[in-house]
């Protein structure tokens, strides 16, 4: 277990906010170092942050960015198995819940009207986080609504493709292939 955990980040939730419920979850002793607008540009500047941004976690003096990356450090320190468990079977029950209710009361498949909207895009990348990042798709199965629009969205021609050129456009910045025509 590290020594110092310092979670720097902005005084809002945006991606710093799962870490710190996990941090929370996992009874994991942590400084919750929020900075703001100008501390950040300052610091920015000075080279504080390895990829420019925030929120960024140092660990005993060695700071590590990417919010995915140090939810899952953070996952781990906190005892993973047993924070699933909890998200599983305490925060994501009541999440899941809500967004069921709302499809059923429209009744449509749709959280409004018959058609895709964005709505129901800015759904799909938190379920899809969770669903392949922490607990599995396997977690929605009792929420037949929520799993049937998850299932409509992801196989959504547009969506679809979208992916598609997001995962070319990383492969092309990373060197592994070349521009296609």
Known sequence: MPQSLRLIYFNFGGRAE?????????????????????????????????FGSVPVLEVDGVVYAQSVGILR???????KPLMKEKLEQEVYP??????????????????????????????YPVLQWITTSIVGKESLDPYPLLKALFATIEGHEK?????????RRTEEKEGEVGPTS
């Open 159 to 167: 969506v679809k493709d979208y992916y598609d050129y997001e995962r």
């Open 73 to 79: 450090y953070v996952g781990r320190l906190a005892d």
């Open 94 to 123: 009541r999440f899941f819940s809500a967004f069921e209710n709302l499809l059923k009361a429209d009744g449509k498949g749709f959280f409004y009207g018959q058609h895709l909207t964005i709505a129901d895009l800015a759904v």
């Open 18 to 50: 799962a870490i710190r419920l996990a941090l929370h979850v996992g009874s994991v002793e942590f400084e919750d170092i929020r900075i703001t607008e100008r501390e950040f540009r300052q610091q920015k500047s000075e080279g504080k942050y390895p």
